[in-house]
Structures are given as C-alpha cells and as structure tokens.
C-alpha cells in the first residue's frame, strides 16, 4: 500500500518503519528536517507538505503531538484534505480528549473520508516491533480499512465502538495509569537515593520485588541518565494528565492520585525540564533538594 505517514515523532519513526519494513511504500511529511531525513534513510519518502504525502496515498497515518496538531495537520493549509482522495481511511494515532476525537472524525466523515480513532501504547519500543497496543473506535468501514496497518504495527488490538471517541477515552485511562505509575516511580527512585541508597541498587531490588512495575523496569535505567535523549517528553504527561483532570472535572469525578501525579510532572517542567525524556521526573525533587538519581 502507498501510506501517508504524518508526524514522525520518537513513536511516530517505530511505526513507519515498521510499514516500510513490512513492504509498504511509506511517504511521510514532519515540520523537523532530520525527521524527514531520517525516513530516506530508512527506505520512505518525503513530502513538503502533509497534502503532498497523501497524494495517491490508500490510507493516511496520523502522530502528531494533540489535538490541535491533528486538526491543523488533516484540515489546515497544505493539510490532508488537500491531497487525499474521498473515501480513504485517516487513522490518527494522536493522543486527545475524547470530543476532539468525536469532532475531528465527524468533520472528517463530512468531508467524504473514513477516520479511526486508534491511540496507542507500548512506547518506542512497541512501535519499533510491531508490537504496540490499539485502542481504536471508527464504522465498520474504517475499521476493514484499517486492518492492513493494525496487522503490521500492532500486537494487541481492542475495538470500543462504531464511532470515534472510546478509543480516546481508553487511551485516557490508559494514561491515568501510566502517569500516575511513573510519579510513583520517580518518588521511588528519589526518596532512595535522598536516603543515601545507591539508585541502581534501588530499582535492581525493585526489579525482582513485589514493589517493581512496568514503569519502574522501563524507565528506572532512563532515571540513572541525564534524559537528553526524549522517548516521551515531561510534557507529554502534563498534557495527557491534563486530559485526565479534565474528563473528570467534567464528569463530576473524583481523581485524586492524578491530580497529585500532575504536580511532579509540573514540577519537572517547571524547572526547566519540559523537554527532557519523562523519566526525568525525578527532577522535580531535585528542584526540591533532593539528591540526585542521576549516574
């Protein structure tokens, strides 16, 4: 297939070559110049604008940073519905709150196009391998159009319903704990190491311990370093756990673990450290006085 591929991301690199590798002929567009070099390199195409990465193109795929990049991406200047044929599938990736996500595939459905809302997780690691879960929710016809690409790039994939929107919500409760777990990592590996403990002995027990989890064993040994290199960004989780607070003010529900999670991340962008790869949550307790968990 002739895919277009829009935002070429840390995630959004492990998934066009994981199409590219697959035998799909992957024309990719991203306002970063060594993004688009890097997708030559790896055997696609570059586009100068995400209209001209879909032109001819049987599916689009979007994963770009929120909502607001996805709007501007598939509907702005130069954006996919100036390129892309009626009738072709916009599988869009991107990590927004549930009504965006019902919005942009409303507007996309009105303009002549199928749109599965597909979020995911697994990480870097996930997307590299063909291995990441799909939390995903579009009509029927999305959902046949979208088999090829969930074939190669994921593992585990989960339909939510008919329309768009669940997807998102579940990619939210997903990152409710995926948020929540890291601060809970970086308190961990903060405390310990503020306590006079050696951090790679810290998450060695933990490893092995009934304490440890995913986040603990992923991002721990990204604690020990200086978190230059971003996988997922502070940010990311500012953002995302923003959506959480948000979802739950508006449904009157009480999320009391997030919002205290919400304030390490703050805490680390705040100081400085918004960029930085997410295990550099630590540096909020840094900021704090404590200690460093750095090597």
């Not at 291995?131 to 090829?148: E, H, I, N, Y």
Request: hydrophobic content about 50%.
């Amino acid at each position: 297939m002739r895919i277009a591929f829009i935002g070429l991301g840390a995630m959004g690199r492990g998934m066009a070559a994981t199409l590219i590798g697959a035998g799909h002929n992957v024309v990719g567009f991203d306002l970063s110049e060594a993004a688009l070099e890097w997708l030559v390199g790896a055997g696609g195409q570059r586009a100068g604008s995400a209209a001209e990465a879909c032109a001819n193109a049987e599916a689009v795929v979007l994963m770009v940073v929120n909502a607001s990049q996805a709007e501007a991406a598939i509907f702005g200047s130069g954006g996919v519905v100036e390129g892309l044929a009626p009738g072709v599938l916009i599988l869009s990736s991107v990590t927004m709150p549930a009504e965006d996500a019902e919005r942009l595939g409303a507007r996309a459905a009105e303009a002549g196009f199928l749109y599965l809302d597909a979020p995911v997780s697994g990480g870097t690691v996930g997307a590299e391998s063909g291995s990441l879960t799909f939390m995903a929710a579009g009509s029927d016809a999305a959902w046949k159009a979208a088999q090829p690409l969930l074939d190669v790039m994921g593992q585990n994939v989960y339909r939510f319903g008919d329309r768009p929107g669940p997807g998102s919500t579940m990619k939210m409760v997903h990152q409710l704990a995926a948020g929540c777990n890291l601060a809970v990592a970086a308190e961990v590996m903060s405390i310990g190491a503020h306590l006079g403990l050696d951090p790679v002995q810290v998450l060695e027990v933990l490893n092995v311990s009934a304490g440890g989890s995913w986040m603990i064993a992923n991002r721990g040994p990204r604690m020990l370093t200086e978190g230059e290199d971003a996988k997922s960004a502070v940010d990311i989780f500012v953002k995302d756990l923003g959506i959480v607070l948000d979802a739950a003010r508006g449904a009157r529900f009480p999320v009391p673990v997030s919002s205290a999670a919400l304030q390490v991340f703050l805490g680390a962008s705040g100081a400085g450290f918004g960029g930085h790869d997410d295990s550099q949550a630590t540096r909020f307790y840094e900021h704090l006085g404590g200690k460093r968990v750095r090597r």
